[in-house]
């Protein structure tokens, strides 16, 4: 028979997973999803979403999106909102980028999607390891973020163009309008925000020397955002779009000439020589300031994509109970188990 003391361990390891879940589910800030048990979802099933009639099951959509445990919440909301609202959901084919392989976000993603058509690729965060240099967020440090660079050294070789996504989006439109863009011989696609202020994106140590100022001559170069991209990988692939990127990023490391993480690079090497898409696909900044992440309000004009950029995420104000009002709009795509209640209030 066992002892007092054996029993009374037995007992304290029973409790502690229910003291855990406890707290998961009580509003806490959730920085970063604890692990669950593989035999436990922490998501709940997405309906299923079917195509419409006029669908072409050949005609595939690509979308690649980066995957880690502490943006998975997001990245199942994204997922739900572009199926939701697409006519031909099952040509949907999704290509996940990951750092590190977890088994409970991929068990999760199955459990949640299981009619999703996806791969899952590993991006080497050696790559960029030594050619990073410190930014104004933690969050825009980190390796899997500069992965969008290769997006075309690891999706495969038949994949001639891909719609990259970020992780903090949903999608209120059908998502094959923007697809179907026509790049008129660009290399990208994004929605351009030509009255901001170009020149804050890069230090005045980039400014003041000569060979740098000149780098945007011939070009209108205005700001793109990357979170929300339509990439000819075929061309990229044939213009060393990556290696061009990677060169501005070692000058980075010697002389700093910008303060954010990856979104510099891609300015320097295409702002001014891309295709232009209507602002409606890209209402961005909502998550507020980088820096102290105030809450902001939409802009004017139709939307077909709401973009949580910036410092605050939705589903982590949603759990601290001080949402912005415009997490509001994303709340009804949050597919963790804990959230049922915002559906319901």
Same mark, same amino acid.
């Not at 994204?78 to 031909?88: D, E, F, R, Y």
């Not at 290696?243 to 300015?267: A, N, T």
């Given at each position: 028979m066992a002892s007092a003391k054996t029993r009374g361990l037995l007992s304290l390891l029973l409790i502690l997973p229910l003291i855990t879940l406890a707290s998961?589910?009580?509003?806490?800030?959730?920085?970063?999803?604890r692990k669950p048990s593989l035999d436990v979802a922490i998501f709940r099933e997405a309906p299923a979403?079917?195509?419409?009639?006029?669908?072409?099951?050949? @005609?595939?959509?690509?979308?690649?999106?980066?995957?880690? %445990?502490?943006?998975?919440?997001?990245?199942?909301?994204?997922?739900?909102?572009?199926?939701?609202? %697409?006519?031909?959901?099952?040509?949907?084919?999704?290509?996940?980028?990951? #750092?590190?392989?977890e088994p409970e976000v991929l068990s999760n993603i199955k459990s949640a999607f299981p009619y999703l058509k996806f791969n899952v690729y590993r991006f080497d965060s050696n790559r960029v390891r030594g050619k990073i240099s410190k930014s104004i967020r933690q969050a825009l440090d980190q390796p899997l973020n500069y992965a969008r660079i290769y997006l075309a050294d690891i999706i495969p070789a038949d994949v001639k163009r891909v719609l990259y996504l970020d992780?903090? $989006?949903?999608?209120?439109?059908?998502?094959?309008?923007?697809?179907?863009?026509?790049?008129?011989?660009?290399?990208?696609?994004?929605?351009?925000?030509?009255? #901001?202020?170009? %020149?804050?994106?890069?230090t005045e140590s980039f400014w003041s020397d000569q060979m740098f100022s000149k780098t945007f001559e011939g070009r209108k170069p205005c700001y793109f955002n990357t979170g929300v991209m339509v990439v000819d990988v075929e061309k990229w692939r044939q213009g060393e779009y990556t290696?061009?990127?990677? @060169?501005?990023?070692?000058?980075?490391?010697?002389?700093?000439?910008?303060?954010?993480?990856?979104?510099?690079?891609?300015?320097?090497?295409? #702002?001014?020589?891309?295709r232009a898409v209507d602002h409606r696909w890209n209402q961005h900044g909502l998550g507020g300031d980088n820096l102290e992440g105030k809450?902001? =309000?939409?802009?004017?004009?139709?939307? =077909?994509? $709401?973009?949580?950029?910036?410092?605050?995420?939705?589903?982590?104000?949603?759990? =601290?109970?001080?949402?912005?009002?415009?997490?509001?709009l994303w709340a009804p795509y949050d597919l963790y188990r804990s959230s049922a209640h915002y559906l319901e209030e």
């Open positions: 998961a589910t009580t509003g806490i800030r959730l920085g970063i999803i979403f079917r195509n419409g009639d006029a669908c072409q099951p050949a @005609e595939k959509i690509h979308i690649a999106m980066t995957l880690d %445990s502490n943006y998975l919440r997001g990245t199942m909301a994204a997922v739900l909102s572009i199926l939701q609202h %697409s006519t031909c959901p099952e040509c949907i084919e999704f290509h996940f980028l990951w #750092a590190r392989f992780s903090d $989006l949903v999608v209120v439109d059908d998502v094959a309008k923007l697809w179907k863009v026509d790049l008129q011989g660009k290399v990208l696609a994004a929605p351009e925000y030509c009255h #901001a202020n170009f %020149s804050k994106y890069f290696k061009q990127m990677e @060169e501005w990023m070692v000058v980075q490391k010697q002389k700093r000439i910008y303060h954010l993480g990856s979104l510099p690079p891609f300015l320097l090497v295409l #702002a001014g020589d891309i809450c902001r =309000s939409l802009h004017p004009g139709p939307i =077909s994509l $709401l973009h949580w950029s910036g410092k605050g995420k939705p589903w982590l104000r949603l759990d =601290s109970r001080k949402p912005c009002t415009v997490d509001h």
